[in-house]
T-cell receptor
């Protein structure tokens, strides 16, 4: 079945540091890939997405590139802020029985210190 | 601003009691998902509906959990009887899934359930 593996956290960084959160996936089809962010006490919000190989999703300074050859979708940001502290989820959406079903990784907690 | 609405936001109940969680999906979305989030298991897919029909509920404990969509504006997740191990945050999400269109899942804010 489909699965998503992402690096365990927490990831602790100082403000303005470079961020990478690794994500790899296994899928039977040709999935779309997503990064979601969850702030304390809230639901998941879409951060960025990519629907085909070599697509780059970007939003709020975050980027991720769909790498089909390495089945990866790593999240990067050049300079993190304290307000980026949250839990980040990598996900894929693959067709199953006529519907697209999201499958999520375990989440990676990011803590950014001033 | 369209959003998925879940009620209640928090629920504390005693073991053995019935719990009903409600979700209003985004208007026009045809797919609804129920997820459970715990520290131990992460996000688990419990059930999902397409065009109000249940397609898969294999993630749910069948003896105590049930999920329904009485109409297009309401999805419910019921636990009867509740147990302490059901304590978790339950999320509803909706999306649009057609042959050529597949939106991302839009999440509600969740219901935090505590069973004592």
């Amino acid at each position: 079945g489909d699965s998503v593996t992402q690096m365990e956290g927490p990831v602790t960084l100082s403000e303005e540091a470079f961020l990478t959160i690794n994500c790899t996936y296994t899928a039977t089809g040709y999935p779309s890939l997503f990064w979601y962010v969850q702030y304390p006490g809230e639901g998941l919000q879409l951060l960025l997405k990519a629907t085909k190989a070599d697509d780059k999703g970007s939003n709020k300074g975050f980027e991720a590139t769909y790498r089909k050859e390495t089945t990866s979708f790593h999240l990067e940001k050049g300079s993190v802020q304290v307000s980026d502290s949250a839990v980040y989820f990598c996900a894929l959406s693959d067709r199953r029985g006529g519907s697209y079903i999201p499958t999520f990784g375990r989440g990676t907690s990011l803590i950014v210190h001033p | 601003d369209a959003r998925v609405t879940q009620t209640p936001r928090d629920k504390v109940t005693e073991m053995g009691q019935e719990v009903t969680m409600r979700c209003q999906p985004i208007l026009g979305h045809n797919t609804v998902f129920w997820y459970r989030q715990t520290m131990k298991q992460g996000l688990e897919l419990l059930a999902y509906f397409r065009n109000r029909a249940p397609l898969d509920d294999s993630g749910m404990p069948k003896d105590r959990f049930s999920a329904e969509m009485p109409d297009a504006t309401l999805a419910t997740l019921k636990i009867q009887p509740s147990e302490p191990r059901d304590s978790a945050v339950y999320f509803c999400a909706s999306g649009l899934s057609l042959n050529s269109v597949n939106t991302e899942a839009f999440f509600g804010q969740g219901t935090r359930l505590t069973v004592v």
